[in-house]
């Protein structure tokens, strides 16, 4: 069944329900680094949401993931991807992520990201999309990049 994937702009609310999605996205990998701590996850989303780079993933009308993308000059920098793991495997990341790539290299730009080394699952999604690890930028990061062709 195909599904109709958009990205819609930020709404009222939509810290909180990014806030949400992030508990129920990562929760598990930020557990494992560094203990979840319910308020200071909620001190740290507050002061660090980017609301000007956010968008929310629509899955047939309903909320589903976020993804915050940063123009990084010569390169886009894919600051966030999370989806709701009720959306999880089911090709919706990797529409989204194919769909950032191809825009980007239309334009002669690569596409780059970091993500947590605990979390293989999306390290693997990431490598068979075509990223190529290039380095580990922190104690817990691994950064990884798609270069245009």
């Given at each position: ?13 939509d810290a909180e ?81 194919r769909t950032l ?49």
């Open positions: 069944m195909e599904h109709r994937i958009e990205l819609r702009r930020l709404r009222p609310g329900f990014c806030f949400r999605l992030h508990r129920r996205a990562l929760g598990e990998y930020v557990a494992a680094i560094w203990g979840w701590d319910e308020p200071a996850q909620r001190a740290y989303h507050e002061k660090n949401f980017d609301t000007a780079h956010t968008r929310v993933i629509t899955v047939d009308g309903h909320d589903a993931g976020a993804l915050t993308v940063l123009d990084g000059g010569t390169e886009i920098v894919l600051g966030l991807i999370e989806l709701d793991p009720e959306y999880q495997g089911r090709g919706i990341g990797g529409h989204v992520v790539v191809a825009d980007a290299a239309s334009h002669g730009r690569d596409v780059v990201l970091e993500v947590l080394d605990v979390n293989t699952r999306a390290k693997a999604f990431y490598e068979r999309l075509g990223f190529v690890e290039t380095g580990r930028p922190g104690e817990h990061k691994i950064a990884l990049r798609y270069s245009a062709p």
